[in-house]
C-alpha cells in the first residue's frame, strides 16, 4: 500500500479537498498507474453538481489522464515503464460488442464502472480507513491510480505525458467523430466551439473538407477555431436564421454537421443544417437527462441520417497510438488548447475557469 495526494470529492456541492489517501495493489488483471498530468474536463464537473449518477461519493475524479505503470497485478501483459492513457471505454476485445466490430462500446466492465469500484467490487482507494471510490474507472487526479488493464491504453514512450493526456477525453471524441463521417471536399458545420467542438474543426481539417463553418454565440471563439482550421464564422446570437445561414454558406446545407453543447434546440439546428438526400448530422453534445429532440421525419425518409458517437468512435487499447503519432507528426495540434497549467492543488481553479469559459484546457501536473 502507498500513501498519495489526491483531489477527493466527499459531497457535490462542495470543492474538492487535496488528502493523502492509501492506494491499495493492484488486483488480478489491473495495473497501478503514475500519473504524471490530466486534464480537467467537463464531465468531471456534473459530478461536482451531483448530477452524474455514477459518480459514487466520496470520488477520486479525473478522467483525462496520461502515466507510466509502476506495478500489476497477475494476469497482466502491461510491464512496468510502460506509458499509458487511462480509458473510460475499455476495450476488452471478448464481450459481444468487441467482438461484432460495429462499435467501440464495451460494457464489460461498465456495472461496476458506474458504482465506483473496479470490476471485483471494491475500491483500491481508502481516506482513514474508509473507501472512497473510483470515477469512471481512471480517477487520474491522484498522483497513483488502479486501473483494470482493459482500460488502458499503451503508448509511445517518447510522447509528452502533459500533452497527449488530452487524449483521454475531448480531443479524441471531437476529432475522432470527424475523422469518422468527414470525407474530402465536403462542407462541414459545427454547432458549439469549446472543447469538442474545436477538436472537430481540426479534425475535420485532417479529413480535407473543403468549407468548416463554425457556429458559436460567443464571438471571441473565432480566432481559436481559425487557427484549428475554421474558413467561416457565423455568430448566432447575430443572424436571423443559423440554419438559413448554413444553407446560404453551402448552397443547401453541409454534408456533415456535427452538434457539440448538448442544448436540444440546437441538436435541432445540426439536423436542419445538413443536406437533404445525403447529409449526415453527428450528435456529441450531451443532452440534459430525459431531453427528447423532436424532429420532423421527411428529411430522414429522404436520405439523412442522424447518428451520435462515443470518444469518436475511437477503440482505446488498438485505435489511440494513430492520434499520438498524429500529434508527434505535428498534424494534430494540442498545444494550443493547453491554456492553464498548474498542479493538483489548482485543481479548484481550474474548475472554477471551465465553469466561467476562460480558457480551453487546464492540464495538472501531479509529479514530484
Ligand atoms: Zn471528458
Ligand atoms: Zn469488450
Known amino acids: 500500500?502507498?500513501?498519495?495526494?489526491?483531489?477527493?470529492?466527499?459531497?457535490?456541492?462542495?470543492?474538492?479537498?487535496?488528502?493523502?489517501?492509501?492506494?491499495?495493489?493492484?488486483?488480478?488483471?489491473?495495473a497501478l498507474v503514475e500519473i504524471a498530468a490530466t486534464g480537467l474536463c467537463h464531465t468531471d464537473t456534473t459530478a461536482l453538481d451531483g448530477d452524474n449518477p455514477s459518480c459514487v461519493y466520496p470520488a477520486v475524479l479525473g478522467h483525462e489522464g496520461a502515466g507510466v505503470v509502476v506495478e500489476t497485478g497477475p494476469e497482466v501483459d502491461l510491464r512496468p515503464g510502460d506509458h499509458v492513457i487511462p480509458l473510460y471505454g475499455p476495450e476488452c476485445g471478448t464481450c459481444s460488442m468487441c467482438r461484432s466490430g460495429r462499435t467501440n462500446l464495451c460494457w464489460s466492465i461498465k456495472a461496476t464502472r458506474d458504482r465506483g469500484v473496479l470490476p471485483d467490487g471494491t475500491t483500491r482507494f481508502s481516506l482513514g480507513g474508509q473507501p472512497v471510490h473510483h470515477f469512471m474507472g481512471t480517477s487520474t487526479l491522484s498522483r497513483y491510480t488502479v486501473v483494470p488493464e482493459i482500460a488502458l491504453s499503451r503508448i509511445r514512450p517518447d510522447a509528452p505525458l502533459d500533452a497527449v493526456c488530452l487524449l483521454g477525453c475531448g480531443v479524441t471524441t471531437g476529432v475522432g467523430a470527424a475523422l469518422a463521417d468527414v470525407e474530402a471536399g465536403?462542407?462541414?458545420?459545427?454547432?458549439?466551439?469549446?472543447?469538442?467542438?474545436?477538436?472537430?474543426?481540426?479534425g475535420a481539417r485532417l479529413a480535407g473538407a473543403a468549407r468548416i463553418i463554425g457556429v458559436d454565440t460567443v464571438p471571441a471563439k473565432r480566432k481559436l477555431a481559425e487557427r484549428f482550421g475554421m474558413t467561416d464564422f457565423v455568430h448566432a446570437g447575430e443572424v436571423d436564421d443559423v440554419v438559413e445561414a448554413i444553407r446560404e454558406l453551402t448552397g443547401g446545407g453541409a454534408d456533415a454537421s456535427f452538434e457539440c453543447t448538448g442544448i436540444v434546440p440546437v441538436m435541432r439546428q445540426a439536423v436542419d443544417a445538413a443536406r437533404p438526400g445525403w447529409g449526415t448530422c453527428v450528435l456529441l453534445g450531451v443532452e440534459p437527462t430525459g431531453a427528447e429532440l423532436p424532429i420532423p421525419p421527411v428529411g430522414v425518409r429522404y436520405g439523412k441520417t442522424i447518428k451520435g458517437s462515443y470518444f469518436g468512435g475511437v477503440r482505446g487499447r488498438t485505435g489511440l497510438s494513430r492520434f499520438v503519432d498524429l500529434y508527434l507528426d505535428g498534424d494534430l495540434d494540442l498545444d494550443s488548447q493547453i491554456?492553464?497549467?498548474?498542479?493538483?492543488?489548482?485543481?479548484?481553479?481550474?474548475?472554477?475557469?471551465?465553469a466561467a469559459g476562460v480558457g480551453i484546457r487546464t492540464v495538472l501536473e501531479l509529479g514530484s
Do not use: K
Open 1 to 30: 500500500m502507498i500513501s498519495t495526494q489526491a483531489a477527493v470529492l466527499h459531497r457535490p456541492g462542495e470543492p474538492l479537498t487535496i488528502e493523502t489517501i492509501d492506494v491499495h495493489p493492484p488486483g488480478p488483471g489491473e
Open 186 to 202: 465536403d462542407d462541414v458545420v459545427v454547432l458549439g466551439l469549446g472543447g469538442i467542438g474545436t477538436n472537430v474543426v481540426q
Open 339 to 354: 491554456t492553464h497549467r498548474g498542479r493538483l492543488a489548482d485543481v479548484n481553479d481550474g474548475f472554477a475557469r471551465m
